[in-house]
């Protein structure tokens, strides 16, 4: 459902924004926090563990979004677990509408409507097969 170019836009917008802003990780999670208080005592205040699992997701939008249908599974499993933090349909959107602000604002000018659009499809995506995925593993209980 994503296309090649959208996958490109996906791709060369966080190598850009990473490479323009050191502290991308940890605004994230300051606007996160900003926008979402409630969500903030879920994470460890572990700082560099947090860093560590959004650069994960960041490298998964890097390497792995060309196939979809492989990521599944191993979504399915991680929103399970998400399920479990104690993650609801409306934290994944706080999470994307924050990640999408951070790396516009990173990126600067050369950030259009098309990369928006690209990485709101990619996330809708995700989201929604992380939220099947806890579905499914609250159904098996
Ligand atoms: C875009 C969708 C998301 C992805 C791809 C994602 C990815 C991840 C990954 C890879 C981990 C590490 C998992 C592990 O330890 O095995 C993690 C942990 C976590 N995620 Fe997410 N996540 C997403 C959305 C969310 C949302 C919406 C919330 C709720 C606010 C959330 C809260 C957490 C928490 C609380 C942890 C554990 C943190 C800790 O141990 O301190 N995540 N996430």
Request: charged share 20%; net charge negative; with cysteine.
């Amino acid at each position: 459902m994503l296309t090649a170019p959208q996958v490109d836009l996906i791709q060369t917008s966080v190598n850009a924004a990473v490479s323009a802003r050191q502290t991308l990780v940890s605004d994230f999670y300051d606007s996160l926090f900003a926008k979402a208080p409630s969500v903030r005592s879920m994470f460890s205040t572990d700082t560099a563990a947090q860093s560590e699992k959004l650069a994960a997701v960041l490298r998964l939008a890097v390497q792995k979004l060309d196939d979809l249908e492989a990521l599944v599974d191993p979504l399915h499993s991680l929103g399970a677990k998400h399920a479990e933090y104690g993650a609801v349909p409306a934290h994944y959107t706080a999470v994307a509408e924050t990640l999408v602000e951070c790396l516009s604002d990173a990126v600067g000018p050369d950030w259009t409507a098309a990369h928006s659009q690209a990485w709101n499809d990619a996330l809708t995506f995700i989201a929604r097969t992380m939220l099947d995925g806890a579905d499914m593993a609250a159904t098996r209980q």
